[in-house]
């Protein structure tokens, strides 16, 4: 970096420039707008349903009537992109998750409605991972001992992705980390002629204690046997994190995703510098009940916190955030 010689004060007054609002705005640095939101949404069995989630507050379940209505508000904010996670019925889960094949399962049900209202004026993100189909509650297939099977899972995900794929699904988002899948997952689509589906990898994905309220969302938490250390990654490292990246994008994903978010923001900002690729970051669950939980102790304003923590993404040189606050925060900046 380049280092730039001042003048001594007062010949140099920093204030100066934050003096006034429109100074202020001329002079800022990092924008964030709708379209670097992605909105995160729950998709639920039934018809006419919305079940609040207790660890989620302001969150909800939707069947996918309403959640049609949540994609045409997207679109009225300016929103560009829906990613959808299924709430599977326990009757439906499987020791092998098989239920993510079934080409008539919540989520293909979900991206058809959408698709069918919306077309393409906004984009639908898939997540590819067996936890919400598995009775064990792991994200891929598993042995005796409960280890889970790489090369065997990555059979299943691309199945999943072509099923998504053949729904309507723009982005495939495989948030599995197994090795070898988006490899995998990219010559099944291009084999199935769907050259243009986009996959949005979870490259570096850390092993981490801010996932409980999702795992509560898609009523895995109960189920989980174990944990999931041997594919997620170590919260303490950061090199292997740029070697995951490496891999993912020589194997042919366009971009590729950061999870948690504000804790490994360091993370998001080496990927960006390193690679130069448009690299997302997921504010996930236990982020965003933090947030709602020091607002409601009085401790916090919600709406300056998610815009300074969104802001802190564009920041750290992230394209977009899928975060839970997405809705609320394009009211904010659309005035």
């Given at each position: 970096m380049t280092q730039t010689i001042l003048a001594p004060f007062p010949a140099q007054r920093p204030r100066r420039s934050r003096s006034t609002p429109w100074s202020r705005a001329m002079h800022r640095e990092t924008i964030l707008t709708p379209a670097n939101l992605i909105w995160p949404l729950f998709v639920a069995d039934g018809q006419g349903v919305e079940d609040p989630i207790a660890s989620l507050p302001g969150v909800s379940r939707w069947s996918v009537d309403l959640m049609v209505e949540r994609a045409k508000e997207a679109v009225s904010l300016g929103i560009p992109c829906l990613a959808l996670f299924p709430y599977t019925q326990k009757e439906r889960r499987s020791e092998d998750g098989k239920e993510a094949l079934n080409p008539d399962n919540l989520m293909c049900r979900a991206i058809r409605a959408i698709k069918d209202a919306c077309g393409d004026d906004i984009g639908i993100l898939t997540d590819v991972a067996l936890d919400p189909y598995t009775s064990h509650g792991q994200d891929g297939l598993i042995d005796d001992n409960g280890y889970v099977l790489n090369d065997a899972t990555v059979e299943t995900l691309v199945g999943q992705s072509l099923n998504q794929a053949n729904a309507g699904a723009d982005i495939i988002a495989p948030s599995d980390m197994m090795d070898g899948r988006i490899a995998a997952i990219r010559a099944a689509l291009e084999g199935a002629n769907h050259q243009n589906v986009q996959i949005m990898s979870y490259a570096a994905k850390y092993a981490s204690a801010f996932y409980g309220p999702f795992r509560d969302a898609v009523?895995?938490?109960?189920?989980?046997?174990?944990?999931?250390?041997?594919?997620?990654?170590?919260?303490?490292?950061?090199?292997?994190?740029?070697?995951?990246?490496?891999?993912?994008?020589?194997?042919?994903?366009?971009?590729?995703?950061?999870?948690?978010?504000?804790?490994?923001?360091?993370?998001?900002?080496?990927?960006?510098?390193?690679?130069?690729?448009?690299?997302?970051?997921?504010?996930?669950?236990?982020?965003?009940?933090?947030?709602?939980?020091?607002?409601?102790?009085?401790?916090?304003?919600?709406?300056?916190?998610?815009?300074?923590?969104?802001?802190?993404?564009?920041?750290?040189?992230?394209?977009?955030?899928?975060?839970?606050?997405?809705?609320?925060?394009a009211r904010l900046l659309n005035g």
């Open positions: 009523g895995s938490r109960g189920l989980l046997k174990g944990d999931k250390k041997t594919y997620q990654m170590d919260p303490a490292n950061s090199d292997e994190a740029l070697r995951e990246v490496a891999i993912d994008l020589a194997e042919g994903a366009d971009s590729v995703m950061v999870k948690p978010g504000l804790p490994y923001l360091d993370i998001a900002r080496r990927v960006k510098d390193e690679f130069g690729v448009p690299v997302f970051a997921y504010q996930v669950s236990g982020e965003y009940a933090m947030i709602e939980h020091a607002v409601a102790a009085g401790a916090a304003d919600r709406d300056t916190m998610v815009l300074e923590t969104l802001l802190a993404f564009r920041r750290a040189g992230c394209s977009g955030v899928l975060t839970y606050h997405a809705a609320h925060a």
